[in-house]
């Protein structure tokens, strides 16, 4: 039996979504059911509730299971939780636990959640159990964050220079770890996974304006003015100065670096921005809600 973490979120259910297709049966690990009718609603997907905070409620949902993907949000309690889940998959007999990571899982980073990760892959390589650790650059998502100002103002406001950044669509990223999760020969292996390309925050606009038939500009602004625009926009404090750190690390270019694994494990060029683009131009135009990310 294959298990999902991170069920309900942007990873979690887009790996359900592509599992389901294929017909391979799968659990579903959610805290909250009430939040998981559109997964439940998948052929060949289970339910079963748990949380990663109370390894207590763990036992029961990795029964019989071989293998896992780990997922968990952002949140101050990563390192605690994916720990968590780790020792919980160690007791319960796991075999292989696929870790969604961070592309530059550095423990001197100044990304608090870099040091997370890099941390976390760390004790999973130390458990015994085989492990993958899929490290994911930026989703493509994260530019749903800039749809409010993009249709108030025509424009994109972010602390990047001129920094380019390689990221990723999520649902390239979905098909990767259903390969690994029903693949053979991952055990050890560590992918770093970007997009074909690195762009500047130009090209993204200009990219955006293709699709959208719209002029998007791209605003460079200071570093401090981006954290007061996220607080006053009612980002928690936490993620704010999260972002500002990994902002930092973005325009020293540490993810300006395209990797060829996605491409070698998808057996095709990973999907551009601009395919990212034009899939959702109705939400980049105002004309649809952009999912929360
Ligand atoms: N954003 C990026 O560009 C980027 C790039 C590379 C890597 N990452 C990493 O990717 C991960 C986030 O992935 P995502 O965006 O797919 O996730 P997400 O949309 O933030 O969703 C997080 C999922 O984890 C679940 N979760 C959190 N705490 C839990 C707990 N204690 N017990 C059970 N479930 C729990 C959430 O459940 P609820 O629905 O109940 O909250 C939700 O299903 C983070 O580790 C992040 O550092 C992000």
Do not use: C
């Not at 079963?48 to 997922?71: F, K, N, Y």
């Not at 998959?89 to 990304?111: T, W, Y």
């Not at 493509?140 to 964050?145: D, E, I, K, V």
């Not at 719209?214 to 926009?233: F, G, S």
């Amino acid at each position: 039996m294959i298990l999902v973490s991170g069920a309900t979120g942007l990873n979690g259910q887009e790996l359900l979504r592509v599992l389901s297709a294929k017909g391979v049966a799968v659990r579903a690990l959610v805290r909250n059911p009430a939040k998981a009718d559109a997964i439940a609603a998948l052929p060949h997907v289970q339910l079963v509730q748990g949380d990663m905070a109370r390894p207590e409620t763990l036992a029961a949902a990795l029964r019989d299971v071989e293998r896992a993907m780990l997922i968990s949000s952002s949140a101050p309690d990563m390192l605690e939780v994916q720990s968590n889940f780790i020792d919980a998959a160690k007791r319960a007999g796991v075999k292989h636990v696929i870790k969604l990571s961070g592309i530059m899982p550095e423990l001197d980073s100044a990304f608090r959640f870099a040091r997370m990760h890099g941390e976390i892959e760390q004790r999973l390589e130390a458990s015994g159990l085989a492990f993958t650790h899929l490290r994911a650059g930026e989703f493509m998502p994260a530019y749903f964050r800039q749809v409010p100002n993009i249709v108030a103002k025509g424009a994109m406001f972010l602390p990047m220079e001129d920094a380019r950044i390689a990221s990723i669509d999520v649902g390239d990223i979905a098909e990767i770890t259903a390969r690994v999760l029903t693949g053979s020969g991952h055990e050890g292996k560590i992918y770093p996974l970007t997009g074909p390309e690195a762009l500047t925050m130009t090209e993204v606009a200009e990219k955006l304006s293709a699709a959208t038939g719209k002029t998007i500009r791209y605003v460079n602004v200071p570093p401090e003015d981006a954290r007061k625009a996220q607080l006053a926009a009612g980002m928690p404090p936490y993620l704010a100065d999260a972002l500002f750190e990994l902002f930092a690390e973005r325009r020293n270019g540490k993810e300006a670096a395209v990797w060829p694994d996605a491409g070698t494990l998808l057996g095709r060029r990973p999907k551009s921005f601009d395919e990212f683009a034009r899939r959702h131009a109705a939400i980049f135009r105002g004309e649809a809600p952009p999912p929360k990310v």
